[in-house]
């Protein structure tokens, strides 16, 4: 059995080794900076893990397994555009860095080259795989654009926010896993348990990221804290903030976040305190183990979920 980390030298050896042409270069310095950054690598890492849970082969995945996290890595490029974020993983975002057009065009082409790696995974199994892989494309398009419509709607329901996080978020852990399992030629059993492990763990892992944004240490969370909030973000904590808030409670919530006379830091420091009141922080922690225990409940039966099962509570920072 592999350590993480010998999964994780895998796959950045893989991503070091993608060709990009050299020239024009201010199209590829800046996918090369995006990959650059570093990151968990999660989603690769779950089709590795996947793939040999079910028997079969790193080699025969990995290009797949490659072309998932360039494509995740392109969604971050363009949502740092769309949410104005200055930072992404302690440095520049690209468009920061660069400007906004060179940041779109170059996720356009990382989003070209993360075909082109789907495009390398073995015929037999090419188009389950590839087929899957477009529909959550675009699937998380469509979150992406519920997540934007959600910020000119004061009616959003914790279904609606959930089902937004599964879209733009989960289904692609869920995609990583199956695609592992198709490459293995798992039984459709497997590889739906597998994809609905994926689901909930993509559910639990968005929500906390949701709740370190304003709980969180940036240090370690890598990005400023409280950029959901001076979003006016309709994260489950809003949401259920504004559920849960009284009449006073309420109005001074509108407050923070619609006045235009309130600097960031109180805004960031008042709706945190809201928050905190309100027990918004016990109902988040509760909501993330949940979807946490449900994932883990997609594999309990499965032989070989070991690994899964260890990455999950890594991932997660838990003990059990």
């Known amino acids: 059995m592999r350590t993480t980390q010998e999964y994780l030298d895998i796959i950045n050896d893989a991503l070091l080794a993608v060709s990009y042409p050299v020239?024009?270069?201010?199209?590829?310095?800046?996918?090369?900076?995006?990959?650059?950054?570093?990151?968990?690598?999660?989603?690769?890492?779950?089709?590795?893990?996947a793939c040999e849970m079910c028997?079969?082969?790193?080699?025969?995945?990995?290009?797949?397994?490659?072309?998932?996290?360039?494509?995740?890595?392109?969604?971050?490029?363009?949502?740092?555009?769309?949410?104005?974020?200055?930072?992404?993983?302690?440095?520049?975002?690209v468009h920061k860095a660069w400007n906004e057009n060179v940041a779109i065009l170059s996720g356009d082409a990382m989003q070209i080259i993360s075909y082109q790696m789907i495009g390398k995974t073995p015929s037999g199994v090419l188009k389950p795989v590839f087929d899957l892989f477009s529909a959550t494309a675009l699937q998380?398009?469509?979150?992406?654009?519920?997540?934007?419509?959600?910020e000119e709607r004061d009616d959003v329901t914790e279904d609606e926010y959930i089902d937004m996080i599964r879209l733009k978020t989960a289904v692609l852990l869920g995609c990583a896993l199956k695609t592992g399992a198709y490459v293995a030629n798992a039984p459709a059993e497997t590889a739906d348990a597998l994809y609905r492990f994926g689901e909930n763990l993509g559910l639990a892992f968005q929500l906390q990221d949701d709740y370190l944004d304003?709980?969180?240490?940036?240090?370690?969370?890598?990005?400023?804290?409280?950029?959901?909030i001076?979003?006016?973000?309709?994260?489950?904590?809003?949401?259920?903030?504004?559920?849960?808030?009284?009449?006073?409670?309420?109005?001074?919530?509108?407050?923070?976040?619609?006045?235009?006379?309130?600097?960031?830091?109180?805004?960031?420091?008042?709706?945190?305190?809201?928050?905190?009141?309100?027990?918004?922080?016990?109902?988040?922690?509760?909501?993330?183990?949940?979807?946490?225990?449900?994932?883990?409940?997609?594999?309990?039966?499965?032989?070989?979920?070991?690994?899964?099962?260890?990455?999950?509570?890594?991932l997660m920072q838990r003990e059990s």
């Open 23 to 49: 020239e024009p270069a201010g199209l590829y310095d800046p996918v090369k900076y995006q990959l650059d950054m570093g990151g968990k690598r999660v989603r690769p890492l779950l089709a590795l893990l």
């Open 140 to 150: 998380i398009c469509e979150g992406q654009q519920y997540d934007m419509d959600f």
């Open 55 to 93: 028997g079969g082969s790193i080699a025969d995945v990995l290009p797949a397994a490659v072309g998932i996290e360039i494509f995740h890595n392109f969604t971050l490029l363009h949502d740092d555009v769309m949410d104005k974020a200055d930072i992404r993983r302690g440095r520049p975002t």
């Open 230 to 314: 001076l979003n006016n973000k309709k994260t489950y904590m809003l949401i259920s903030a504004m559920r849960l808030a009284n009449p006073e409670q309420l109005a001074e919530l509108n407050r923070l976040l619609n006045s235009a006379d309130v600097a960031p830091d109180d805004k960031i420091a008042g709706v945190t305190a809201l928050y905190s009141a309100l027990g918004i922080d016990r109902l988040a922690m509760e909501k993330i183990d949940y979807y946490y225990r449900n994932a883990l409940a997609e594999i309990e039966n499965m032989s070989a979920c070991e690994p899964l099962r260890l990455f999950a509570s890594e």
């Open 214 to 228: 304003v709980y969180g240490e940036p240090s370690k969370f890598g990005k400023k804290i409280g950029g959901d």
